[in-house]
C-alpha cells in the first residue's frame, strides 16, 4: 500500500498579563531570546540588567512546565518559536499637585506571550494513502495550543525591581 509523510507540530505557550510595565521594554528583552534554545534561553535572562528579565523568566519556566505536561517534551529539545508583546491596560491614579489641582499618573502593563517548539517531534508520520484524500480536506481541529494564564498586576517586583 502506498505511503504519504505527514509532519506534526506542537507549540505549547504561556501567557503573562498585565505585566506592570511598558510594553516596549519588554519588547527589548525579548528581542534578545527569540529562537534560542531554551538553556541559552535561562543563562541570557539571568544575566541581563533589566527589570524585564524576572517575569520573562517566570513564563519561559512556565511554558517548558507547559511542555513537560501537555506533551512529554524534554527540555533540552526545547526552541523558543515564538514571542509577543502587546500593549495592556494603563493603571491610573491622580496625584494631588499645588494649588489644589491633580495630576494624572499614568502605570502602563503589557501581556508577553512566549511559545516553545519542541524540535524532536518535526517528524514525519506514515500515513495511509487513502487517509491522505481525508487529511486534504480542511478538518476542524482542536488549537495546537494549550495555555496557562500569569496574572501580575500589583506585584512590586520585591529585589527583583531593577530599573
Not at 495546537?144 to 517586583?157: F, I, L, P, Q, R
Request: charged share 30%.
Amino acid at each position: 500500500m502506498l505511503k504519504k509523510l505527514k509532519k506534526i507540530k506542537k507549540e505549547v505557550y504561556a501567557l503573562g498579563q498585565h505585566i506592570s510595565m511598558s510594553a516596549h521594554k519588554a519588547r527589548r528583552v525579548v528581542d534578545q531570546i527569540r529562537g534560542r534554545s531554551y538553556e541559552e534561553t535561562l543563562m541570557i535572562l539571568e544575566l541581563m540588567p533589566y527589570r524585564a528579565c524576572y517575569p520573562i523568566l517566570k513564563l519561559v519556566y512556565s511554558a517548558a512546565a507547559n511542555a513537560n505536561y501537555n506533551m512529554d517534551s524534554n527540555e533540552s529539545n526545547l526552541v523558543i518559536s515564538k514571542t509577543q508583546v502587546s500593549e495592556g491596560t494603563a493603571m491610573k491614579k491622580l496625584k494631588p499637585r499645588a494649588r489644589g489641582r491633580s495630576f494624572m499618573i499614568k502605570r502602563p502593563t503589557c501581556h508577553i506571550t512566549i511559545v516553545v517548539k519542541d524540535i524532536s517531534l518535526d517528524e514525519y508520520l506514515e500515513v495511509d494513502f487513502l487517509d491522505s484524500f481525508r487529511w486534504s480536506k480542511k478538518r476542524k481541529s482542536k488549537s495546537k495550543y494549550t495555555a496557562v494564564a500569569y496574572h501580575d498586576m500589583y506585584s512590586n517586583g520585591g529585589i527583583w525591581d531593577k530599573k
